[in-house]
């Protein structure tokens, strides 16, 4: 048992320096202990109940009702259930879409995460690669040259609404504009909103990438936001699309419709926990605790010297990158030449503050140096 104690501490201390992912902290849920001795599986369908009772799916539906009505629609026109994580959210979207049109053409920004990739290579489907912004949003001239060459063919939209560097959200407007420009007809949008699907909704102006604007899939991670012990996630599709890839078990009683069978059914408790538990009002408040931690770690990274840049109202501060030394303290994530700190709920100014603190003594010894 010293190696399960062991475990914990390390992990307990490591939680208190990671500046580098979208990990939400400060959350608990140890009133749920009790549940771990319980093997709770939520089976096929959320809205069908299984032959096995051992679920949460009343409490799932209540959770995806709640993202229904963030993202501008109800549950009479879209569908949805609790993923293990984005991933698994982006490939149910794509599988949808590929089901649509069996012979599209994918089109997403080189900025895209890497699971992206992997999920276009498990369905096999035919895709292109667009350039980058230099913030990371996608290149829509590129998009625009690129989709003019393959216009016969239905188009799959894989947007980004927030890319995992620079927190970049692609223009739904922009992508429509090419689309009406070539009178592409047949086209399917899905939005990966991993870290702000619910920030997104509540900024000013709010971005367009939700069901008011006709996307066809979102999906959102639940433990980069919300917080939560184990990963997991949410995808939503019209309802319609659903509808077009079930099947009927005889097995489990219920409709095959998501990717999994058997189904983590310890996640919709904790997601429900904190929609019960904070509301819209409770997750603006965090929000705007957020954005105010990002602004001051943009103004502290500047007065010390560092080139510091974040896009428009993000929670993610982009800045050269500094030495692995740096890094893995403080679990920086970096690509090329640059690092970034996610303000995340949970994480606290005085542990910035301990980072700037570290990076200055750190730049201060190359001038020595030099």
């Not at 649509?100 to 290579?121: D, G, I, Q, R």
Request: proline share 4%.
């Amino acid at each position: 048992m010293d190696k399960i104690k062991e475990t914990y501490n390390r992990l307990k201390k490591n939680s208190e320096t990671i500046l580098g992912y979208p990990v939400a902290r400060g959350f608990s849920y140890q009133e749920f202990a009790p549940f771990l001795d319980l093997c709770i599986n939520n089976v096929g369908d959320p809205e069908i109940q299984s032959t096995s009772a051992m679920d949460t799916k009343e409490i799932e539906r209540e959770c995806i009702a709640f993202f229904a009505n963030m993202l501008s629609a109800t549950m009479k026109d879209v569908w949805g259930y609790i993923t293990n994580g984005g991933t698994e959210g982006n490939l149910y979207g794509l599988y949808l879409a590929r089901e649509n049109f069996p012979n599209a053409v994918v089109y997403y920004s080189e900025a895209t995460h890497y699971s992206v990739h992997k999920n276009l290579h498990l369905l096999n489907v035919d895709n292109i690669v667009i350039k980058s912004q230099e913030n990371g949003e996608m290149n829509y001239n590129d998009l625009e040259q690129v989709l003019m060459m393959h216009r016969h063919r239905p188009a799959i939209f894989f947007l980004n609404i927030g890319t995992t560097m620079t927190e970049a959200i692609d223009n739904l407007d922009e992508v429509k504009r090419i689309i009406d420009n070539y009178a592409i007809k047949d086209y399917y949008i899905h939005c990966d909103a991993a870290f702000l699907g619910l920030v997104a909704p509540y900024r000013n102006p709010k971005p367009k990438f939700d069901f008011a604007e006709n996307v066809d899939s979102i999906a959102i991670s639940g433990h980069k936001f919300i917080g939560s012990p184990i990963p997991c996630g949410v995808v939503l599709a019209k309802r319609k699309h659903r509808n077009r890839i079930g099947n009927a078990i005889s097995y489990i009683g219920t409709m095959d419709t998501t990717i999994t069978g058997s189904r983590n059914g310890l996640t919709p408790l904790f997601m429900w926990y904190f929609i019960k538990k904070y509301g819209k009002e409770g997750l603006k408040k965090q929000i705007g605790e957020s954005l105010e931690l990002a602004s001051y770690t943009e103004k502290k990274l500047s007065e010390i010297g560092v080139k510091a840049w974040r896009n428009k109202d993000a929670l993610t501060i982009v800045f050269n990158k500094p030495s692995e030394f740096l890094c893995k303290k403080y679990q920086l994530a970096s690509e090329k030449n640059i690092a970034h700190i996610i303000c995340a709920p949970g994480v606290k100014k005085e542990e910035i503050n301990m980072f700037l603190k570290d990076l200055k003594a750190e730049i201060m010894l190359k001038d020595i140096a030099c």
